[in-house]
């Protein structure tokens, strides 16, 4: 019934010492592995005498023969087999469909990786160990990051806080900053559209006394700021509105939405985590005053994010974890260094490939969404002007999404939000529009990244202009679709 599957290149830089390839292994992974050989033989051939603990792996390699790993080839091996999952793309799934799922998360940069390697070798001193070189050296690698990752919105380095994500931001932003203000402002502002994390905060504080507005959004999913400033109460401590929307890409009126809240003396926190290094954002000009950032999302590590808090004027509250006072005593526990240079380096990747970055993932997308809707009945989720063009979410009037999805198993997407959770309801993102069940079952979400190929758009449309074809001739609606029936003057008799 469908065409098998087809192989496509991928967009993929290759560096000196750690490549991608499509499947299996690569030259970049046995160069690393002959470099990492020849670094331990170099080690065990040098006098060993001398009392340091400076190269751990030659410590570990001695330490290992001591021990008597000579006689147990596992252990003897063990060394020598560390890289053997570090470039493995092909799971135990067969052959891996094309990615389209960059708002879930992106593949990492290889050029990340390359800059987190040493972090997990010889630089492992921990960043807050200030009495010794090995905290210095690491710290500073720390502090370069944060400057990388504060340019990017134009922020002082000082205003960036790391934590495990925008998740852990987007807590920190509603609960931190209610909390410290209860006394005098016990009301929060947020939409019906953000992500779970947002709406599920906001629900905790609700249960912890305080009174939440949920803002409805227009049908194209923008907020409407006569409304938000309607809300807005001499008692309102936040008002938290994502940048960039996960599921439709709609974009929100940052500057229009700053201003007013500087106006009323209510702090502006934004999740954004979809929109971070992706569109132009000025903390300053939009007077963001927190700002949550995830690293997965810009080709960077997984469990690493960030929050901006504004300095001045100061935003103050609670932090959500109590410790050594890490992070201006904001999130408590030891960084996780590799993590951060490879979240810096991401950031740092996103201002230099800015320019051909966005102009690949527009290019890509309009040709994707031309393509799509050009197959008869289908919309285009969420206002068309306003959006973060490498998220494209289309209804196929019609088709189960469900059953999309399945007969598109050589094309890696998501259907919105509610079907990556194991519910089966349709998504609330799409209702939030004023979408009925039936469209917000057949959408899907395509996501189009630095890596995505023409190649693979193309193959996209072709298949999935195929399996529509192929689903609606099963379907007896579409039969009568053809025949020219108007669906809504039927009766459905209920059973
Ligand atoms: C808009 C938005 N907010 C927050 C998150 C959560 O980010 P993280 O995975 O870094 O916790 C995501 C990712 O799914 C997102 O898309
Ligand atoms: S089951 Fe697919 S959109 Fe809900």
């Known amino acids: 019934m469908f065409k098998g599957l087809s192989f496509v290149s991928r967009r993929v830089p290759v560096l000196g010492s750690v490549g991608y390839a499509r499947n299996g292994t690569t030259l970049a992974n046995a160069a690393v592995q002959r470099r990492m050989y020849a670094s331990a033989k170099v080690a065990l051939a040098e006098d060993l005498t001398l009392e340091t603990h400076t190269d751990n792996q030659t410590a570990a390699i001695e330490q290992a023969n001591e021990r008597g790993a000579m006689a147990n080839p ?18 135990d799934y067969g052959t891996r469909p094309i990615y389209l799922d960059m708002q879930a998360t992106t593949p990492t940069d290889p050029r990340v990786l390359d800059t987190m390697l040493k972090f997990y070798t010889g ?96 049908p194209q999913g923008l907020v409407n700021l006569q409304e938000l400033e309607a809300a807005m109460r001499p008692e309102t401590c936040l008002v938290s509105i994502m940048a960039v929307n996960n599921e439709i890409g709609v974009m929100q009126p940052l500057k229009e939405i700053g201003e007013l809240c500087r106006k009323r003396k209510i702090f502006f926190h934004t999740d954004a985590a979809q929109a971070y290094g992706k569109i132009p954002i000025d903390v300053n000009e939009m007077k963001i005053d927190l700002l949550s950032i995830s690293s997965h999302k810009i080709y960077g ?28 005593g904001l999130r408590s526990g030891t960084l996780a260094p590799p993590l951060v240079a490879g979240f810096g380096e991401a950031a740092r990747l996103m201002m230099k490939e800015y320019g051909n970055d966005s102009a690949h993932i527009r290019r890509l997308s309009d040709k994707l969404m031309n393509g799509l809707l050009s197959i008869d009945h289908t919309i285009l989720n969420g206002s068309a002007d306003h959006r973060y063009p490498g998220c494209v979410n289309i209804s196929f009037a019609y088709v189960e999404g469900e059953s999309l999805l399945m007969a598109l198993r050589d094309i890696a997407l998501s259907s919105g939000s509610a079907c990556t959770s194991a519910s089966l309801e349709p998504s609330y993102v799409l209702h939030a529009l004023g979408k009925d069940d039936a469209l917000a079952h057949s959408s899907i979400r395509f996501g189009v990244g630095r890596f995505t190929t023409e190649e693979e758009i193309d193959y996209v449309i072709k298949a999935i202009r195929e399996r529509v074809d192929f689903l609606r001739e099963l379907s007896p609606l579409w039969e009568m679709v053809k025949e020219g029936i108007d669906l809504n003057s039927i009766e459905w008799s209920g059973h």
Request: proline share 4%.
């Open 74 to 91: 596992e252990v003897m091996d063990s060394g020598m087999q560390s890289l053997q999952h570090a470039y493995r793309e092909s799971g």
């Open 123 to 218: 630089l492992y001193g921990n960043p807050h160990s200030n009495t010794h070189s090995y905290g210095w050296e690491t710290n500073k690698e720390i502090e370069k990051a944060r400057n990388y990752v504060a340019q990017v919105i134009k922020a002082d380095p000082k205003e960036i806080i790391f934590t495990s994500g925008a998740t852990e931001s987007n807590n920190m932003a509603l609960k931190g900053v209610s909390r410290f203000y209860k006394k005098t402002r016990n009301h929060i502002i947020t939409t019906r559209t953000e992500h779970k994390c947002v709406l599920e905060a906001a629900r905790a504080m609700k249960n912890e006394g305080y009174e939440i507005t949920f803002l409805n959004v227009d």
């Open 301 to 328: 590590p997984k469990g690493i994010g960030a929050m901006y808090v504004r300095r001045k004027p100061r935003v103050r509250l609670d932090p959500l974890i109590s410790g050594g006072g890490q992070e201006r």
